[in-house]
Nanobody, 118 residues
Framework: VQLQACGGGLVQAGGSLRLSCAASGSIFSINSMGWYRQAPGKQRELVAA???????QYADLVKGRFTISRDNAKNTVYLQMNSLKVEDTAVYYC?????????????WGQGTQVTVSS
C-alpha cells in the first residue's frame, strides 16, 4: 500500500491550495482518511478527517476555511484550503486507515510542504 500526496506549494496569505492524496496497492476498504500537519518546532496536529461515510472533523483553527472530501472510487482524499494564513505553513501529511487482506492499519503519505507568505 502507498499513499501519494501532492498539491503543496507557495501561496500568498489569503490564497488557496488544494491537496490530494491517493492510496494504491492491495486495498480491501478504507475507513477514515485525513490530514495532519507539522510546523517547524511544533508537534504534528490533526487538521481534518473524514470517515468512509462522509462524516468530517476539523481542527478549530481551520474550521470555515478548509474543506475535506474524498472520492471512494479513487481511494483519494482532498483538502481544499482557502483564506490561507501564514500560520498554516507546515508539512502536511495524509493518512488512511486501510483494511488490506486481514490487516487493518494506518498508512501515511510522504508529506507535502505548504508555505504561506505574508
Amino acid at each position: 500500500v502507498q499513499l501519494q500526496a501532492c498539491g503543496g506549494g507557495l501561496v500568498q496569505a489569503g490564497g488557496s491550495l488544494r491537496l490530494s492524496c491517493a492510496a494504491s496497492g492491495s486495498i480491501f476498504s478504507i475507513n477514515s482518511m485525513g490530514w495532519y500537519r507539522q510546523a517547524p518546532g511544533k508537534q504534528r496536529e490533526l487538521v481534518a478527517a473524514i470517515t468512509s461515510g462522509g462524516s468530517t472533523q476539523y481542527a478549530d483553527l481551520v474550521k470555515g476555511r478548509f474543506t475535506i472530501s474524498r472520492d471512494n472510487a479513487k481511494n483519494t482524499v482532498y483538502l481544499q484550503m482557502n483564506s490561507l494564513k501564514v500560520e498554516d505553513t507546515a508539512v502536511y501529511y495524509c493518512y488512511a486507515d486501510i483494511l488490506s487482506a486481514s490487516i487493518s492499519r494506518v498508512w501515511w503519505g510522504q508529506g507535502t510542504q505548504v508555505t504561506v507568505s505574508s
